[in-house]
């Protein structure tokens, strides 16, 4: 019955006063006494009010303008002035742009793919193998990411044009995979290493190699780790701007990217900012995201606990 | 559980790895390879390049009278600085992929430098004689023909008829004007292009070109800079900041945020490309539409106008496989009255041939330009323009913005120039 | 029941150690053998791909160049260069309070709202979806919507909020929090993500155990729920700290840099791509990798004690 994951309502009044400052009553947590005061219940909305708009309002500013036509809607500060129109969703995919989401989509899947599994793995050996100077590894596994991109373009970009894999997936997913590897690899592992010795020993000792351990014990308990991992990666990956335009800069048909796409798109004159049509295609993008989103976080959250043993 | 549940997974991976292995292969490798023989790639961007605009339509007439060397555009990025790294990116590699490249005025000798154009100079009289002179300036370095020229650009100013009788001749009367017509009507005075990048540039060397400094002199062998100009220049619109002259957020304004304001009717004054007139006519809703006028930039003495000159050329690949046609597309470019006019009535993107304007001085942008084109200044097409500009743009807008000495940034641009030349 | 290995053969060779049979030094052997193996796609991927550019690029960096002509040896010219000019200090300073100030908000704002995103109230799941939400958005185009809200024009902010014409972005101070508001407001959620799933490892029990013994809310938070989530918390500092040390996006296109918002990115990619000088721009590359590198492993020794510890504690 480990069960992670906090009991409701409860401690959420508990937690939000811990953050506010000092409990404002002294109440004894004996049992389930539900203390929801009017203040207590009207004080949560407000909260939960101004973190939603917060967070939302920007996304909330990139709709209106990407509904918005007519030069000077696009760029007053009111929000609500028209006239409103749905051209610049038009726009956008007159420019190829489902290819461009196809593109973002397979680069993306795939690097998400390759790092939890290349990354599991390592992880795994980091948190539960003998390896001598683990401490030295995790350096040097951070190092790779630290680099500033901008000067390691060049040089890959040369051995890149050499090899052929300019404008394709895989001289994006590569690379992608090779520069995120490192932050897979110090989530999974501080998530492997998290989960009690003993659940393991149980597997063993029923006959399971170190190997099949992993799968069918530890992968499944790491997996909010593991989702959390994978959305980061993904939303890395499909963000990623500076490789894409190096080496897949245009050519939707091929491989070229959302954002690099985005950012190439211009206004009817020149200098003009086509703040309609990029509001759009970022609307466009973010969607699908946050659907994505919605549907993990729910395995984030939801531990998977069937069949563990007792703590 | 665990057991389908993995099971499962492998298999989406699986599936998804070979979708993705198998979609690359037919599409993958190193894009449109220059093809041997015939048609020639056109590297260009903006919002002209794209499918169904001017350049488009430029490279088809062409195509029409050239069926043996056609040409097509490979259409780069908006930005001026990402076109530049995408040609670069071809060009150091030695790449032939980019036959014709179109090249902004200020790069002529960091390009020419590189070894990445082919030199022009045995067509020189041809397209020198018809052209507009700056255009021809920003397009030689180092005494040689290196781009051909192409289309231009100045800059002009706005102002409000509803506000303003007759436009100003000298700055100092703009400020005047600004703080007046500013504070009666409650709105920002003079907008221009503030912010810390190349059109601030842009718009401080218009105020020190008209108050009579130079950069460099004719062959642009020697730095004649002048420093105590420089400082005046500082200092004024360090006061036109302090006394209401300059809009709020002329500071943080390029070309967008600078028609933005005037637009919407919150500025007396705008200093900003033709780009803006159509778009100020065509918006229903502006405040201003019918309420403004364009003239030349204003100098300090109240003689003449001068204004920087902007546009683009086009130069040949010094990797092209087909040089020859390549040559004769640029040269056709910039010299052919049909092409030339199709710029401008087209698009209303300002031409370089000289004859075109006599011809359009019906249209109100197109006469102006006519009048202002042949006092444009390029900025000096150096190799090392980008290093002077960026030192500039460093010393001279923290000295407007009352976080540094003018006396100190002018010296230090002097250095940069010097240090330029130097090598 | 003998093991079989169920996948796609990425450990040619090894047996697995499954023999039931085996006495306790083969399983070990075999163990650090596996390790190895484990860990051998990762270091070669990584190797192959990151390694080749930045021995490259430190390569460049001791030599000589004007404009993009090479001119041969400079041996630490280039550094010397580099650390000598203003411009690098400055940046430094910048980018340092930038880290400092945006990761202690970054990680306050994501701790509350992944103590939210773990409650079970009406609507939670479109919550934790919103609470994403920002950190979704692409970067630079979150970046040109935060000019658009600071910018005098069209002066959003103001608008909504009575300012008039301050100028947000136009003096320094308050360019600088302008910068540092949008990068906590994009990326808090990426630190309440980690940290939400950090806070499904601690089992629900212990809370009961604290609570059995009297511990009040707050107590419980400090005591229990906080070292608990240590490594999680280590993992999401350190990530963001390297992160913010290499901020680039966000001043470049909300100030350009100006009045002090100039980061070491931004110097970075100015010497290599708009001026470029490969041996300088290497240079300061490579600078800004040592320093990034040695504040990444202050934080990567508190991780590994935690990890190792953790390990072995438990």
């Known amino acids: 019955m480990s069960q992670p994951g906090t009991p409701p309502t409860q401690t959420a009044a508990a937690q939000r006063e811990s953050r506010e400052g000092p409990p404002k009553k002294k109440g004894s947590d004996q049992g389930v006494v539900e203390q929801r005061s009017a203040a207590q219940i009207w004080g949560k909305s407000a909260l939960l009010l101004v973190i939603l708009l917060w967070c939302l309002f920007p996304f909330f500013w990139l709709i209106m303008t990407s509904l918005k036509r007519g030069d000077r809607a696009l760029n007053s500060p009111d929000l609500f002035q028209g006239p409103f129109g749905l051209q610049n969703y038009e726009a956008v995919f007159q420019q190829d742009f489902l290819l461009n989401l196809r593109n973002s989509l397979a680069v993306a899947g795939m690097t998400t793919i390759l790092c939890v599994v290349i990354g599991s793995f390592a992880a795994y050996a980091l948190a539960r193998l003998p390896l001598k100077r683990k401490i030295l590894l995790l350096s040097g596994v951070l190092a790779v990411s630290l680099f500033p991109p901008v000067a390691l373009v060049p040089p890959l970009y040369e051995l890149w044009r050499t090899l052929g894999l300019l404008n394709t997936w895989e001289g994006l997913y590569i690379p992608y995979t090779s520069f995120t590897l490192p932050l897979t690899i110090f989530i999974l592992t501080t998530f492997f290493a998290s989960i009690p010795k003993d659940l393991e020993e149980a597997a063993r000792v029923d006959g399971a190699s170190p190997f099949k351990a992993f799968y069918r014990v530890i992968f499944p308990l790491a997996a909010p780790g593991v989702f959390a991992a994978a959305i980061i990666i993904f939303v890395a990956a499909w963000n990623e701007f500076l490789l894409a335009s190096t080496f897949a800069p245009r050519n939707a048909e091929v491989a070229q990217t959302v954002p690099v796409a985005i950012a190439a798109f211009t206004g009817a004159v020149e200098f003009q900012r086509p703040i309609g049509t990029i509001t759009a295609a970022c609307v466009v993008v973010t969607i699908p995201m946050i659907i994505v989103a919605l549907l993990f976080q729910k395995r984030i959250v939801s531990g998977l606990t069937a069949g563990s043993v007792k703590g | ?423 | 029941m003998a093991a079989t290995t169920t996948d796609t053969g990425r450990e040619p060779g090894v047996s697995g150690g499954a023999d039931r049979s085996g006495g306790p030094r083969r399983r070990e052997m075999s163990e650090t053998t596996l390790g190895k193996v484990f860990v051998a796609p990762a270091i070669l991927l990584m190797a192959l791909v990151a390694l080749f550019p930045i021995l490259y690029a430190m390569v460049l960096s001791l030599q000589a160049y004007t404009g993009r002509q090479n001119q041969g040896w400079a041996g630490l010219d280039n550094y010397v260069e580099a650390l000598t000019n203003d411009r690098f200090w400055t940046a430094l300073q910048f980018t340092i309070v930038f880290t400092v100030t945006s990761v202690a908000a970054e990680f306050l704002i994501g701790l509350g709202f992944a103590l939210l995103m773990n409650q079970a109230f009406r609507g939670r799941g479109v919550t934790r979806a919103s609470i994403l939400v920002p950190w979704v958005i692409p970067t630079v185009i979150a970046a040109q919507m935060w000019f658009f809200m600071f910018n005098v024009t069209p002066g959003f902010i103001n608008n909504v909020f009575g300012l008039g014409d301050f100028s947000w972005l136009g003096q320094s101070g308050w360019a600088s929090f302008a910068v540092i508001f949008a990068d906590v407001w994009k990326t808090a959620p990426f630190v309440a993500l980690l940290l939400l799933a950090g806070l499904q490892t601690i089992p629900g029990d212990v809370y009961e155990g604290a609570r059995v013994d009297g511990a009040g809310m707050f107590q419980r938070f400090w005591y229990i729920t906080l070292p608990l989530l240590k490594p999680a918390i280590l993992v999401a500092l350190l990530f963001r700290t390297v992160e913010a040390l290499r901020v680039y996006d966000l001043p470049q296109v909300m100030t350009g840099g100006a009045f002090n918002t100039e980061s070491l990115s931004i110097l970075v990619q100015q010497y290599v791509v708009r001026t470029p000088d490969p041996g300088l721009g290497s240079a300061l590359s490579t600078i800004t990798f040592i320093f990034i590198l040695g504040v990444g492993m202050v934080f990567v020794r508190f991780l590994g004690k935690e990890l190792v510890i953790g390990e072995e504690g438990r």
């Open chain 2, 1 to 423: 559980m665990s057991r389908k549940w993995s099971r499962g997974r492998w298999a989406a991976a699986g599936a998804l790895s070979l979708v993705a292995v198998a979609a690359c292969t037919p599409g993958g490798g190193d894009g449109d390879g220059g093809e041997g023989g015939g048609e020639m790639v056109w590297a260009l961007g903006g919002s002209e390049a794209q499918p169904g605009r001017v350049h488009q339509q430029v490279a088809e007439l062409w195509s029409e009278q050239n069926p043996d060397n056609p040409i097509r555009i490979e259409i780069l990025p908006d930005e001026a600085d990402q076109q530049r790294e995408q040609q670069a990116l071809e060009l150091q590699a030695e790449g032939s992929n980019f036959d014709v490249l179109g090249v902004d005025v200020i790069w002529t000798g960091e390009y020419s430098t590189n070894g990445w154009v082919e030199s022009l100079e045995d067509v020189r009289a041809e397209i020198e004689e018809v052209s507009i002179p700056g255009a021809v300036e920003s397009a030689t370095w180092g005494g040689e023909l290196w781009v051909a020229p192409y289309n231009s650009n100045a800059g002009f100013l706005y102002y409000r008829t509803d506000l303003i009788d007759e436009p100003p001749t000298t700055w100092d009367e703009l400020c005047e004007m600004a703080i007046e017509a500013g504070q009666q009507e409650d709105i920002g005075g003079f907008i221009g292009q503030g912010s810390r990048y190349e059109g601030f540039v842009v718009n401080w060397l218009e105020y020190y070109w008209s108050d009579g400094g130079e950069l460099y002199n004719e062959d642009q062998s020697e730095v004649v800079f002048d420093t105590d100009t420089a400082t005046q220049v500082t200092e004024w619109l360090a006061d036109a900041k302090e006394s209401g002259c300059l809009a709020p957020g002329f500071n943080t304004a390029t070309e967008e945020e600078a028609r933005n304001l005037f637009q919407s009717g919150d500025a007396v004054f705008m200093r900003n490309w033709p780009y803006a007139y159509s778009l100020i006519q065509d918006d229903q809703q502006s405040p201003v539409r019918e309420n403004f006028g364009i003239a030349p930039l204003p100098t300090f003495s109240g003689e003449g106008t001068i204004s920087a000159l902007g546009g683009f050329n086009n130069a040949v690949s010094a990797f092209s496989d087909n040089k020859e046609a390549a040559k004769e597309f640029v040269v056709w470019a910039a010299t052919n009255e049909e092409v030339q006019a199709l710029l401008a009535t087209e698009a209303s993107v300002p031409p370089t041939l000289e004859s075109v304007y006599e011809d359009l001085s019906d249209d109100p942008v197109m006469a102006l330009l006519g009048e202002v084109l042949p006092e444009a200044k390029p900025r000096p097409p150096a190799p090392q323009w980008n290093n002077i500009s960026v030192e500039m743009q460093r010393n001279l807008f923290p000295a407007y913005n009352g976080e540094g000495d003018p006396a100190d940034a002018s010296q230090a641009v002097q250095e940069a120039l010097e240090g330029a030349v130097e090598e």
